[in-house]
């Protein structure tokens, strides 16, 4: 028997076994840098405090909205494709799209507004400041900048999820793919509804 | 043979979640605007985390999926509870 | 008959039907032999730093080539041979076909492992060459020197992160595998216990693996843009690296050691011709340990300005993650009790695997007490514990393993007596070689040093001539496997006698694995 007809029959819930084991990874990987933040806030509050006023709270939170509404697109999206509604996935996938990118504008504009201020790492502005708020600054650059190459990529495989229901290879009797899809975007969601906090509310 | 999930979430309950959600930030905006030292961290974290509980339970289905699932979860939870734990061990008795 | 999977042809032509293969056994292979061809460069970077530490005084080597040298001689060592090492190459192999299963949970997956490894590998080996050298900052990258060093730590950094990605993805598809694709009838507590370690170790590398990922990824953001996590200058703190760095390090001891550990509980009742002692609690110790392994990173630390609360719990929590593998020893000393004992080479090697690995392992609660720690640490005992459990532990099992499973994955049988002779020539030089450096760091003779004071001499010869020896004996030893891969005498289905699924097929296998999925009616290790 040839390789290529090897193994047809799907396990619907291994596939989705492995991506929950995925995301756990991606737990631990931010986890390393929730460390970070967990012991430097404690170490430097009040800096921590001061620096936190040069947030725009308004853009986190309108982040923070974007976000929890593309989950919903995106959950929406699941349920359509699980009723055959093809067209109505492929515009809840879109919409989601667009939310995401949004976000990553969102988050261009902020940090350039940054760093015109001169508040980025080892600028001669940042290094006159206290520890704490140079920490402040590199674990807000790092961690938010790290979360933002996970939005590009969950968009990126969200137009993947949304050319494959066009060609109809994910339907309603396949749904796997954009499902696992959805779950490392609700992650993504998860990560930002604790930066949101941490980093815009500690003032 | 297909496996099929088995229960499909209605869409009026994905939308009360996500009012629910905005209504929770908005929530913890205004607890920061209130003063309360150092116990608006713990605020903010709990809300936060009912936010993620929200966002885990309904949008990624995990209240409906196999047992299996929620024990798994708890896994890197505890994990990085020790991780950070223990780091401050170290760092607040220096 | 069906063909094996070495004949039918893969689904592409020629080569790349086994470079671009998704059958897991075909991949154990890929791994099996780039794993000995890194552990083979590794050997010859510990030959070399033997030769220049024959006798004190600078013989060969500056001592910035020295640094690269042990650099280097770690990095392939740890991420390239020890901790990919049984789980990619056997547990690949052996594991879905002891399950019943025809193939892992995710096939490409686990291509796209092998590849992500390879490419990580050549990355780290071009750091050598290009920029400002090969790194010379041991293979812990501790801060402050590893952000401030001119030498290519950014590339090779980054090609481990990228060889933590596979070992990452593979755990992932282990545990998968465990979980959905057992053959009817094979309930976890008819599993063998070979598996019941990849289980385990699957975790660690689940786990554990991201946060070496985040840490490296750490050490290239610092190079580059200075953000100061680590810097004092900048309010950071140089210890929270350390922290970072043994979050993942320490669980990765355990990746290395646990499926050795399962290797030779599954070859004891097999050379016994008697069920394990104690099934449950060596299940159970495995899960322990990788669950323990995560409470006790500290302990590389004990001398880096740690608070004395955490130096104390993690003392006794490294007392603690002891038990769980005295109770393996216990279980396998028990096991061999009047059993009717066939000393084939696997049980040679496996014999060497728990005296080995009992020494590696006390020794470590000697690292592990406090005031002795202050002793010992920075020093050569601290290298010959490790390389008793890892190389004397984790390698050895590895060997043990190779021989056991040989005819399986091959079909031919390797030539007993040279397996033997080979592991008394790597016994005596392993010993000859290690535990010279229980003596000289006891005695105050630092590690990673290109140099040392006269009065170390003696020690330092008898192991560099201890290397010789032990390198000897890895010649006679893979001599033996290669040689017989072509004129080894064709082995049956089940040379041993063996009770767990992968004795059921045909050696070697056929591609599908099983003709007929097996339905599994009991235990792996009923003999009577």
Same mark, same amino acid.
């Given at each position: 028997?040839?390789?290529?007809?090897?193994?047809?029959?799907?396990?619907?819930?291994?596939?989705?076994?492995?991506?929950?084991?995925?995301?756990?990874?991606?737990?631990?990987?931010?986890?390393?840098?929730?460390?970070?933040?967990?012991?430097?806030?404690?170490?430097?509050?009040?800096?921590?405090?001061?620096?936190?006023?040069?947030?725009?709270?308004?853009?986190?939170?309108?982040?923070?909205?974007?976000?929890?509404?593309?989950?919903?697109?995106?959950?929406?999206?699941?349920?359509?494709?699980?009723?055959?509604?093809?067209?109505?996935?492929?515009?809840?996938?879109?919409?989601?799209?667009?939310?995401?990118?949004?976000?990553?504008?969102?988050?261009?504009?902020?940090?350039?507004?940054?760093?015109?201020?001169?508040?980025?790492?080892?600028?001669?502005?940042?290094?006159?400041?206290?520890?704490?708020?140079?920490?402040?600054?590199?674990?807000?650059?790092?961690?938010?900048?790290?979360?933002?190459?996970?939005?590009?990529?969950?968009?990126?495989?969200?137009?993947?999820?949304?050319?494959?229901?066009?060609?109809?290879?994910?339907?309603?009797?396949?749904?796997?793919?954009?499902?696992?899809?959805?779950?490392?975007?609700?992650?993504?969601?998860?990560?930002?509804?604790?930066?949101?906090?941490?980093?815009?509310?500690?003032? | 043979?297909?496996?099929?999930?088995?229960?499909?979430?209605?869409?009026?309950?994905?939308?009360?979640?996500?009012?629910?959600?905005?209504?929770?930030?908005?929530?913890?905006?205004?607890?920061?605007?209130?003063?309360?030292?150092?116990?608006?961290?713990?605020?903010?974290?709990?809300?936060?985390?009912?936010?993620?509980?929200?966002?885990?339970?309904?949008?990624?289905?995990?209240?409906?999926?196999?047992?299996?699932?929620?024990?798994?979860?708890?896994?890197?939870?505890?994990?990085?509870?020790?991780?950070?734990?223990?780091?401050?061990?170290?760092?607040?008795?220096? | 008959?069906?063909?094996?999977?070495?004949?039918?042809?893969?689904?592409?032509?020629?080569?790349?039907?086994?470079?671009?293969?998704?059958?897991?056994?075909?991949?154990?292979?890929?791994?099996?032999?780039?794993?000995?061809?890194?552990?083979?460069?590794?050997?010859?970077?510990?030959?070399?730093?033997?030769?220049?530490?024959?006798?004190?005084?600078?013989?060969?080597?500056?001592?910035?080539?020295?640094?690269?040298?042990?650099?280097?001689?770690?990095?392939?060592?740890?991420?390239?041979?020890?901790?990919?090492?049984?789980?990619?190459?056997?547990?690949?192999?052996?594991?879905?076909?002891?399950?019943?299963?025809?193939?892992?949970?995710?096939?490409?997956?686990?291509?796209?492992?092998?590849?992500?490894?390879?490419?990580?590998?050549?990355?780290?080996?071009?750091?050598?060459?290009?920029?400002?050298?090969?790194?010379?900052?041991?293979?812990?990258?501790?801060?402050?020197?590893?952000?401030?060093?001119?030498?290519?730590?950014?590339?090779?950094?980054?090609?481990?992160?990228?060889?933590?990605?596979?070992?990452?993805?593979?755990?992932?598809?282990?545990?998968?595998?465990?979980?959905?694709?057992?053959?009817?009838?094979?309930?976890?507590?008819?599993?063998?216990?070979?598996?019941?370690?990849?289980?385990?170790?699957?975790?660690?590398?689940?786990?554990?693996?991201?946060?070496?990922?985040?840490?490296?990824?750490?050490?290239?953001?610092?190079?580059?843009?200075?953000?100061?996590?680590?810097?004092?200058?900048?309010?950071?703190?140089?210890?929270?690296?350390?922290?970072?760095?043994?979050?993942?390090?320490?669980?990765?001891?355990?990746?290395?050691?646990?499926?050795?550990?399962?290797?030779?509980?599954?070859?004891?009742?097999?050379?016994?011709?008697?069920?394990?002692?104690?099934?449950?609690?060596?299940?159970?110790?495995?899960?322990?340990?990788?669950?323990?392994?995560?409470?006790?990173?500290?302990?590389?630390?004990?001398?880096?300005?740690?608070?004395?609360?955490?130096?104390?719990?993690?003392?006794?929590?490294?007392?603690?993650? #002891?038990?769980?593998?005295? &109770?393996?020893?216990? %279980?396998? +000393?028990? /096991? =061999?009790?009047? $059993?009717?004992?066939?000393?084939?080479?696997?049980?040679?090697?496996?014999?060497?695997?728990?005296?080995?690995?009992?020494?590696?392992?006390?020794?470590?609660?000697?690292?592990?007490?406090?005031?002795?720690?202050?002793?010992?640490?920075?020093?050569?005992?601290?290298?010959?514990?490790?390389?008793?459990?890892?190389?004397?532990?984790?390698?050895?099992?590895?060997?043990?393993?190779?021989?056991?499973?040989?005819?399986?994955?091959?079909?031919?049988?390797?030539?007993?007596?040279?397996?033997?002779?080979?592991?008394?020539?790597?016994?005596?030089?392993?010993?000859?070689?290690?535990?010279?450096?229980?003596?000289?760091?006891?005695?105050?003779?630092?590690?990673?040093?290109?140099?040392?004071?006269?009065?170390?001499?003696?020690?330092?010869?008898?192991?560099?001539?201890?290397?010789?020896?032990? #390198?000897?004996?890895?010649? &006679?030893?893979?001599? %033996?496997? +290669?040689? /017989? =891969?072509?004129? $080894?005498?064709?082995?049956?289905?089940?040379?041993?006698?063996?009770?767990?699924?992968?004795?059921?097929?045909?050696?070697?296998?056929?591609?599908?694995?099983?003709?007929?999925?097996?339905?599994?009616?009991?235990?792996?290790?009923?003999?009577?």
């Amino acid at each position: 028997m040839n390789e290529a007809t090897h193994i047809e029959h799907r396990d619907y819930t291994g596939a989705k076994l492995g991506m929950w084991l995925f995301l756990f990874t991606e737990i631990m990987l931010f986890g390393g840098m929730f460390l970070l933040y967990s012991i430097y806030r404690t170490t430097y509050t009040t800096d921590f405090h001061e620096a936190a006023k040069e947030m725009s709270v308004t853009i986190g939170a309108i982040n923070t909205v974007i976000l929890l509404t593309s989950s919903l697109t995106m959950a929406l999206s699941i349920s359509a494709l699980q009723r055959a509604e093809k067209r109505r996935s492929l515009l809840f996938q879109a919409v989601t799209i667009l939310l995401g990118l949004a976000f990553l504008v969102n988050k261009y504009f902020e940090w350039t507004g940054h760093i015109r201020h001169g508040y980025y790492p080892n600028s001669p502005e940042l290094l006159a400041m206290s520890h704490g708020k140079v920490l402040y600054f590199g674990l807000y650059y790092v961690m938010t900048g790290i979360h933002g190459i996970h939005v590009l990529i969950g968009l990126g495989v969200i137009c993947f999820t949304f050319i494959l229901t066009v060609r109809g290879t994910s339907s309603s009797t396949d749904y796997i793919k954009l499902e696992n899809t959805g779950l490392f975007w609700h992650l993504v969601d998860v990560i930002w509804i604790y930066l949101f906090p941490l980093f815009y509310l500690i003032t | 043979m297909e496996e099929k999930q088995e229960h499909y979430i209605r869409t009026k309950t994905f939308i009360l979640v996500w009012a629910a959600l905005i209504v929770l930030t908005a929530m913890t905006i205004t607890a920061a605007r209130m003063r309360m030292g150092e116990w608006s961290m713990l605020a903010n974290l709990l809300i936060a985390s009912t936010k993620a509980s929200l966002v885990l339970w309904f949008f990624m289905h995990l209240k409906y999926e196999k047992k299996i699932f929620k024990m798994l979860f708890l896994i890197p939870i505890a994990t990085l509870t020790i991780m950070i734990g223990f780091t401050f061990f170290d760092i607040w008795y220096r | 008959m069906e063909a094996s999977f070495y004949h039918t042809p893969g689904k592409y032509p020629g080569i790349f039907g086994w470079l671009f293969t998704t059958d897991h056994k075909r991949i154990g292979l890929l791994y099996l032999i780039s794993t000995l061809s890194f552990f083979f460069v590794g050997v010859c970077l510990g030959l070399t730093m033997r030769l220049e530490l024959i006798r004190s005084g600078m013989h060969f080597f500056s001592a910035q080539t020295y640094n690269a040298i042990f650099t280097l001689h770690g990095v392939i060592m740890i991420f390239l041979f020890i901790i990919p090492g049984i789980p990619s190459s056997l547990g690949n192999f052996i594991m879905p076909l002891q399950i019943g299963a025809r193939d892992v949970a995710f096939p490409k997956i686990n291509i796209l492992s092998w590849w992500l490894f390879i490419v990580g590998g050549a990355i780290a080996v071009t750091s050598l060459f290009t920029g400002g050298g090969p790194p010379d900052t041991g293979w812990t990258f501790y801060v402050p020197y590893s952000i401030r060093t001119g030498t290519n730590i950014s590339l090779a950094v980054f090609g481990v992160f990228l060889i933590g990605l596979s070992s990452t993805l593979t755990g992932m598809n282990f545990l998968t595998t465990i979980h959905r694709l057992r053959a009817p009838g094979m309930k976890w507590n008819r599993m063998s216990l070979f598996t019941w370690a990849i289980y385990a170790t699957s975790w660690v590398q689940l786990l554990a693996t991201p946060v070496i990922a985040i840490t490296l990824v750490l050490i290239i953001v610092e190079r580059f843009f200075g953000v100061g996590f680590f810097d004092p200058a900048k309010g950071g703190d140089p210890i929270l690296f350390e922290h970072l760095f043994w979050i993942y390090s320490h669980p990765a001891v355990y990746i290395m050691i646990l499926p050795a550990m399962g290797v030779v509980t599954d070859i004891i009742p097999v050379f016994a011709r008697k069920n394990i002692f104690g099934y449950t609690a060596i299940a159970a110790s495995s899960l322990t340990i990788a669950f323990v392994g995560y409470l006790v990173w500290g302990h590389h630390m004990f001398t880096s300005g740690m608070s004395d609360t955490a130096r104390i719990i993690f003392s006794f929590l490294t007392f603690l993650v #002891a038990v769980p593998s005295g &109770i393996k020893v216990f %279980n396998w +000393i028990a /096991s =061999l009790y009047k $059993g009717s004992i066939t000393m084939g080479a696997p049980l040679l090697y496996t014999m060497g695997f728990i005296f080995l690995f009992s020494i590696g392992g006390l020794t470590g609660l000697v690292q592990g007490a406090l005031a002795t720690n202050l002793h010992v640490h920075g020093t050569y005992f601290i290298v010959a514990h490790f390389h008793y459990v890892m190389f004397g532990g984790a390698a050895m099992g590895f060997f043990a393993g190779l021989h056991y499973w040989f005819p399986k994955m091959f079909g031919r049988m390797y030539e007993e007596h040279l397996a033997k002779l080979a592991w008394v020539f790597l016994f005596v030089g392993f010993n000859m070689l290690y535990f010279s450096m229980f003596v000289l760091g006891w005695k105050g003779m630092p590690r990673r040093y290109y140099d040392y004071l006269p009065e170390f001499n003696a020690p330092n010869l008898v192991s560099t001539i201890g290397s010789w020896i032990l #390198a000897m004996g890895l010649f &006679i030893m893979f001599y %033996n496997l +290669i040689h /017989s =891969l072509f004129a $080894g005498e064709k082995a049956g289905d089940n040379p041993w006698g063996g009770a767990t699924l992968e004795w059921q097929t045909s050696s070697p296998p056929p591609t599908e694995n099983f003709e007929k999925i097996p339905e599994v009616t009991k235990g792996p290790y009923t003999y009577r």
